[in-house]
């Protein structure tokens, strides 16, 4: 059974940054693309990042784009998400997801999420 555990997020101040983690665990990590999404309180989920199975390729919401950067260590099977330059409207609970291909728009597998709370 798939179990990805989100941690990393917490409160900060706008301008500041968080990093992101998610270990997932029984599956080989190294054969699926990983995609962190987001949950603002009211709204839709709304994808925020992917990166393929090497890491070699990524892609970002245009909202994100210049501010977040997705990266994945195969050895730990944790993927994270370094999110710089953070603004309120980025306040949300984060989730990391599985692909089995990339770029996908099928995620299989769901964290618990993280909450990132930006205060302006």
């Given at each position: 059974?798939?179990?990805?555990?989100?941690?990393?997020?917490?409160?900060?101040?706008a301008?500041g940054?968080?990093?992101?983690?998610?270990?997932?665990?029984?599956?080989?990590?190294?054969?699926?693309?990983?995609?962190?999404?987001?949950?603002?309180?009211?709204?839709?989920?709304?994808?925020?990042?992917?990166?393929?199975?090497?890491?070699?390729?990524?892609?970002?919401a245009?909202?994100?784009?210049?501010?977040?950067?997705?990266?994945?260590?195969?050895?730990?099977?944790?993927?994270?998400?370094?999110?710089?330059?953070?603004?309120?409207?980025?306040?949300?609970?984060?989730?990391?997801?599985?692909?089995?291909?990339?770029?996908?728009?099928?995620?299989?597998?769901?964290?618990?999420?993280?909450?990132?709370?930006?205060?302006?």
């Open positions: 059974q798939v179990h990805l555990v989100e941690s990393g997020g917490g409160l900060v101040q301008g940054s968080l990093r992101l983690s998610c270990v997932a665990s029984g599956l080989t990590f190294s054969r699926y693309a990983m995609g962190w999404f987001r949950q603002a309180s009211g709204k839709e989920r709304e994808f925020v990042a992917a990166i393929s199975l090497t890491g070699g390729s990524r892609s970002y245009d909202s994100v784009k210049g501010r977040f950067t997705i990266s994945r260590d195969n050895d730990k099977n944790t993927v994270y998400l370094l999110m710089n330059s953070l603004k309120s409207e980025d306040t949300a609970a984060y989730y990391c997801a599985t692909s089995k291909i990339y770029p996908s728009s099928k995620y299989d597998d769901w964290g618990q999420g993280t909450q990132v709370t930006v205060s302006s």
